[in-house]
């Protein structure tokens, strides 16, 4: 044989070896459904954010404090706001000039009060108004990633040599670049979860598959406090790759660890060496993860009220309350889901579940979503999209209950790390705008090559 016709026939092998996610064409009526619910969640976080300081209350309409990690889902949905024609690119620029300012130059130290962050990192939680360190929450790896997520995105975006986003520009670099991810590795090659100015470091650390996909591409990408390239062998070496419900993959029990990192980073096509191996790639992991959390709703071992393949969804979520009624356990906020290595159910499903989902598999995420919205109505979905979670089989008069019970518990907040992945998927499903953005961005690209990914758009 020719070397040059064996190399084409090789060349195409590597092509088409690996599943894809198969192309999906929207309907004009599932068109107009996602326009729906993009532009009213895109509201969620335009109209509940602070002007002054960009920041985003973690829940709403309850009183709260802000989370960090929704102000940078935040940041990104300006964007999608603009492209969607809802509001103009110098409001968001705007918006997104007052965020990057606040967290430019809220002040940090190792002080317990008074601050906003240390090291770079910021804490889970500030106050709506100040800005500082809510209560004693923890300075939060993951929930930084987040932040800086969006701030990123940001960067990429606004693109024009004018001074506010030239601006918007050098604040991201100057934000991105003083996040020293080498100090909080306090058990290398690992980075902590977290740390307290009270007692230090918080001993978990970032291991198994999770929502922490971008935290380490974030930490391998930074052009000044980098983590060694050991990083990602040894986090893919705590992988629990199994059979669950029908689908082999990497595990991992709440949907959301199967998409946080996927928001800002097309993993399509693109291969670490774990993944190589395995011959897919982590975008079919999460589809594959998506159909099992849907399977083990359809088969509803514990018997809860209108599980089925329309009405399903596990993932970290409000819920109605810590108590047990009837021999059934149920919860309050909890990380809910179902894999080979645990599973945790009390009836609660969340509409991001799905929602988070949509760019995966929306042949079953969009027919959930219509569904959840047409049978339980303004119960389910109100001004903002969809309130954060439901459980039909809940139906026991009893106080402190955040939300109504006679027909099922109905949440009646909203919470912004539950919207974003609702939006941004919607829209990478239908457009890819933010997955594209991203792969503009030099942070990620190089964050990305020092894991070992390869082949796609990388190459």
């Known amino acids: 044989m ?8 090789t060349l195409c092998t590597v092509a088409y070896s690996q599943p894809k996610i198969p192309t999906y064409t929207f309907s004009a009526a599932e068109n107009r459904f996602l326009d729906s619910l993009e532009h009213d969640t895109f509201l969620f ?38 492209e969607r024609g809802y509001i103009t690119r110098e409001q968001a620029a705007n918006r997104t000039l007052s965020t990057l300012r606040f967290f430019a130059q809220a002040p940090q130290s190792d002080k317990a009060t008074g601050v906003a962050g240390y090291k770079g990192f910021f804490y889970h939680f500030l106050d709506m108004k100040t800005g500082e360190r809510f209560k004693q929450v923890e300075l939060s790896t993951i929930d930084t990633a987040l932040l800086l997520g969006g701030i990123l995105s940001a960067q990429s975006y606004f693109d024009k040599n ?35 100015p009270e007692k230090g470091f918080i001993p978990a650390n ?19 406090h980098p983590v060694g390239a050991d990083v990602w062998p040894a986090w893919t070496q705590s992988y629990e790759w199994a059979n669950f419900q029908g689908q082999e993959h990497v595990n991992f ?17 693109i291969q670490d060496k774990y993944m190589k191996a395995k011959g897919i790639d982590y975008a079919e992991n999460s589809r594959r993860a998506t159909y099992a959390n849907r399977a083990y709703c359809m088969a ?19 819920g109605p309350k810590d108590t047990t009624v009837a021999n059934r356990n149920f919860f309050s906020y909890r990380a809910r889901g179902a894999a080979s290595m645990q599973i945790v159910d009390d009836g609660t499903i969340a509409p991001t579940a799905a929602g988070g989902s949509i760019a995966f598999a929306p042949e079953i995420c969009l027919p959930a979503l219509r569904s959840m919205k047409a049978n339980y109505g303004s119960r389910l979905y109100g001004k903002y ?3 954060d979670a439901f459980n039909p089989t809940y139906r026991y008069p009893s ?61």
């Open 253 to 269: 029990d709440p949907l959301f660890g199967h998409q946080y990192s996927h928001i800002w980073i097309d993993f399509r096509g």
């Open 162 to 196: 004018t001074p506010q986003e030239t601006e918007i520009r050098q604040l991201a670099d100057q934000i991105y670049k003083r996040v020293d991810w080498m100090w909080i590795q306090n058990n290398k090659p690992f980075v902590s979860m977290g740390w307290h």
């Open 385 to 387: 999209g969809f309130f």
């Open 45 to 82: 976080f335009w109209e509940t954010a602070n002007p002054e300081n960009g920041l985003i209350p973690d829940r709403a309409p309850s009183p709260s404090f802000s989370s960090i990690a929704a102000v940078g889902f935040g940041l990104t949905s300006y964007l999608v706001g603009v």
């Open 399 to 459: 106080p402190n209950v955040n939300g109504n019970t006679a027909n099922g518990w109905f949440d009646i907040d909203y919470l912004g790390i539950d919207q974003g992945p609702i939006l941004l998927m919607a829209e990478n499903a239908r457009t890819n705008f933010v997955w594209n953005l991203m792969k503009r961005n030099p942070y990620i690209q190089k964050g990305l090559k020092r894991a070992g990914f390869t082949g796609g758009w990388l190459k």
């Open 2 to 9: 020719k070397p040059l016709l064996l190399f084409l026939i």
């Open 206 to 224: 970032w291991k198994g598959y999770n929502e922490a996909m971008l935290l380490y591409v974030l930490a391998l990408g930074s052009p000044t």
């Open 300 to 318: 509803n071992p514990g018997k809860w009220q209108d599980y089925g393949p329309t009405i399903w969804g596990l993932t970290a979520c409000d």
